[in-house]
């Protein structure tokens, strides 16, 4: 497959020697490969603390708080949410283009897909952005139930018996 569009280069760059071509398209091919399995590894960890989070609200044997104004600190679980979700629509986009790379037979497209505003590139800063704003989402709620167990945890109740 690697020869076809090699050879299909060449025809279009006669000037450029076939080793040239081979090493750029098989560095921007691992580049794209990189990107895709990083963007894999951001989506595992995204479900386990997807899964962890929701473990956490409907499981029963943690403490919460009994007073609302504790309590209203939970709602930050709906925008880590919403943000996880973009970020596994970005996971999913890389994944499409990702796929599609084997069909590429110019080093031109293959460097687009790539470096393009709807490129690889691109989806993955928005995948990891919208990863770290969920992982925030979640940090300012720990902070909050931090401080509840440390200054009101005496006045507890099991949660949801």
Avoid: C
């Avoid at 929701?54 to 709602?75: A, H």
């Avoid at 709807?118 to 979640?138: C, K, R, T, V």
């Amino acid at each position: 497959m690697i020869n076809y569009i090699i050879s299909n280069m060449l025809s279009q760059n006669s000037d450029t020697t076939i080793f040239t071509l081979q090493h750029k398209f098989e560095t921007y091919y691992q580049l794209a490969k990189n990107i895709s399995d990083i963007s894999n590894s951001l989506n595992e960890n995204l479900f386990k603390i997807l899964a962890g989070s929701i473990v956490l609200l409907f499981g029963s044997d943690f403490l919460s708080p009994v007073n609302i104004k504790f309590r209203i600190s939970y709602l930050l679980f709906i925008p880590s949410w919403i943000s996880m979700g973009i970020s596994f629509y970005y996971s999913n986009a890389i994944n499409r283009i990702s796929a599609s790379l084997p069909t590429l037979n110019k080093l031109d497209y293959v460097k687009s897909i790539i470096y393009d505003s709807e490129g690889l590139s691109s989806n993955y800063a928005s995948q990891s952005f919208y990863f770290s704003l969920s992982i925030a989402f979640i940090f300012i709620w720990l902070i909050f139930y931090l401080y509840w167990w440390v200054f009101h945890g005496d006045k507890v109740s099991k949660s949801k018996k």
